[in-house]
């Protein structure tokens, strides 16, 4: 099965931004749409950005503006960076196909906060 190893998160302060990461194991960039999701403490896990294989994005209207999903298929790689970050947007964060369906990896946690 496909591994998903995402990774930069960490601690920033309101305004601040971060560029999360997220390697699979093998090729399946170019055959699978790939998204973000987040969950907060006490939440579900929300999905908020997705980029089809055709290169169209979409996002949650709280992070439209701020969050910017890329890919990288030649490295197997699934971006977001993050500007502008608020409090509300601390969570853990995964990357998965649109859809959820791979097997889900650690996360990598985001926390906002002065």
């Known amino acids: 099965q496909v591994q998903l190893v995402e990774s930069g998160g960490g601690l920033v302060q309101p305004g601040g931004a971060l560029r999360l990461s997220c390697a699979a194991s093998?090729?399946?960039?170019?055959?699978?749409?790939m998204a973000w999701y987040r969950q907060a403490p006490g939440k579900q896990r929300e999905l908020v950005a997705g980029i089809t294989t055709g290169g169209s994005t979409d996002y949650v209207d709280s992070v439209k503006g701020r969050f910017t999903i890329s890919r990288d298929s030649t490295k197997n790689t699934v971006y977001l960076q993050m500007n502008s970050l608020k409090p509300e947007d601390t969570a853990v964060y995964y990357c998965?196909?649109?859809?959820?369906?791979?097997?889900w990896g650690q996360g990598t946690q985001v926390t906002v906060s002065s």
């Open positions: 998965n196909a649109w859809g959820g369906y791979l097997h």
């Open positions: 093998r090729s399946i960039l170019s055959v699978n749409a």
